[in-house]
């Protein structure tokens, strides 16, 4: 069973920067789509953004300019996050869906103090 463990979350000031990594036991990100997903307090997971096997990506329009999702290799994909809003609080949680199966995360916590 191939995990998924993500790293690098934290608190940070409204403004600033965090760089969330995803990485995984086997080298599945070359096959499969992988998203960053979070899920604040009270609310329902959604998704933040998504890069396809070809590389192509697509954000939520609440992070667009700002989030910036990246794969370095087949185990390792990244979550560039800059100018920070206290509303980006939440647990982020890295999947990774191939057409036979999705594999989720532990999540890491991300806190943006106002």
């Known amino acids: 069973q191939v995990q998924l463990v993500e790293s690098g979350g934290g608190l940070v000031q409204a403004g600033g920067s965090l760089r969330l990594s995803c990485a995984a036991s086997?080298?599945?990100?070359?096959?499969?789509?992988v998203g960053w997903y979070r899920q604040a307090p009270g609310k329902q997971r959604e998704l933040v953004a998504v890069i396809t096997r070809s590389g192509s990506t697509n954000y939520a329009n609440s992070v667009k300019g700002r989030f910036t999702i990246s794969r370095d290799n087949a185990k390792n994909t990244n979550l560039q996050m800059n100018a920070l809003k206290p509303e980006d609080t939440a647990v982020y949680y890295c999947?990774?869906?191939?057409?036979?199966?999705?594999?989720w995360g532990q999540g890491t916590l991300v806190t943006v103090s106002s």
């Open positions: 999947n990774a869906r191939t057409t036979v199966n999705e594999i």
């Open positions: 086997e080298s599945i990100f070359g096959i499969a789509t």
